[in-house]
């Protein structure tokens, strides 16, 4: 197949979509049928689902096969078909008799229809990525310009071959050994004319203002999609998305998954399923025991809160169990081993991590989640975005309990400022690769290290690898 083709491909997938519908419910009234015949309700039945699932696929254009789509959005789009044909489906049944065939049966044909459906979509656009990667239905792309930003989008174009793109090379002031050069500037014509190329991609920011203005003009005059490479410098993001305010065009940088509503929706659920669930069974009795202790021990009182940074730069206050003496430096000096300010019930405490089960309490309120990256006392927020690189970016989300750093053993006293730099960079990784699998592989780890920290496992492993390290070995006489 060609590029000219691909005009074809739409037609094949909407095609498909119509044989399934009509064979399974015209196969349905045949065979729960067999000696009525058709009349004018039935044919008006047949004429009134296909209008409606011709309306459907063509307003929310189903039937394109677009070679950047993902196979969950692929899901999510045919999905959203089904549930307007569903309801579009029943209202039939609310302007029309329907006594010619088993409502039961129309049940049972809808059900096939569905999943016939997300199998042919699924196999069609299967189809079209794997001859895509045999080098098929490709189009040829133009680079104008080089940066880094260009490179990396040559790379993927290269590593994912399924999307169909052959490289033809770039035009700019000067070769570059990253990718084939094409020629300067000043020769764009005649590149367009020798390489035909079905799409441009310029790096934008690396043009001065006369090249831009030239090169709108040059490109009005081919049939090319143009395409923009911006060049973000050091911003983390991971999607773009363009708004349009008034005339003007404005880029949302989207830090993970967690910038969209659906994602935090399914994580604040989770959040408060799990923070009742360890509330009503943990920390309702912890608590009356700590007060019973508490009563005969002095009567200090078995609460503390202190104030930490949460999503934006905002500030909450974090509740936890006292682990330690009332002192002025509670809230700029973290606790170290062996810290005089620490009581005895205080250790226990923190030995066994109890001391952080009030934080649930942040979670069900929405001031933290389960997993994130763990909060810090606002003078070392303070500090370290000092002195740290891209330290505020881990406040775009929630702090938690646990995290990706935690469970990676970055976690407890820190010593020194590589100890914040690579919890950075797995509170960063986690952000980035945010999913709700991921969450509860984070929680599995955290309750699995918990259990090895309480029983002193963990520290026996520790001790007894350090021993093996320091044993020198005794040399054989032969």
Known sequence: ????????IPFISFLGEVILLNTLFVAGFIVNQPTTGWHAESILFYLYINAAWFSISYFSRGFEVNRHAQWRKILTGTSTNIILFLFIFLVYFQIRSFNYFPRDEVKSIFIQF?????????????????????GYNFR??????????????????????????????????????????????????????????DEVYIAYTSLSDDEKEILAEKLSHYKVQVNLIPDLGNFLY????????????????????LAFWGNRAIKRLFDIVFSLVVIVGLLSWVTILLYIVDFFTGKKGIWYVQKR????????????????IDNDQADVQQAVKNDPRITRIGALLRKTNLDEIPQFVNVLLGDMSVIGPRPHMLAHTEEYSRQVSRYMFRHTVKPGISGLAQVHGFR?????????????????????????????????????LLILESTGIKRIARTASKHKKNVVPKRHNR
Request: proline content about 2%.
């Open 1 to 8: 197949m060609t590029t000219g083709y691909s005009r074809y």
């Open 114 to 134: 569905i999943v016939l459906l997300f199998l042919w979509k699924l196999a069609l656009n299967g189809v079209f990525f794997y001859y895509r990667k045999l």
């Open 140 to 197: 040829k792309v133009l680079f104008i310009g080089m940066n880094d930003a260009v490179a990396d989008l040559q790379h993927f174009m290269k590593m994912e071959s399924w999307y169909g793109y052959k490289i033809m090379g770039f035009v700019g002031k000067s070769p570059d050994e990253r990718m084939k050069y094409l020629g300067a500037f000043h020769q764009l014509d005649a590149i367009i004319l020798r390489a035909e190329p």
């Open 238 to 257: 991971q999607k773009v998305e363009w708004r349009d305010l008034g005339i003007v065009p404005v880029m949302a940088l989207h830090t993970g998954p």
């Open 309 to 324: 940074t949460s999503v934006h730069g905002r500030t909450f206050s974090i509740f936890k169990f006292k682990s330690m």
């Open 412 to 448: 407890g006293e820190v010593k020194s400022m590589e100890d914040i730099r690579k919890r950075v960079e797995k509170d960063i990784e986690y952000i980035k690769r945010w999913s709700f699998w991921l969450d509860i592989l984070i929680i599995w780890q955290t309750g699995w």
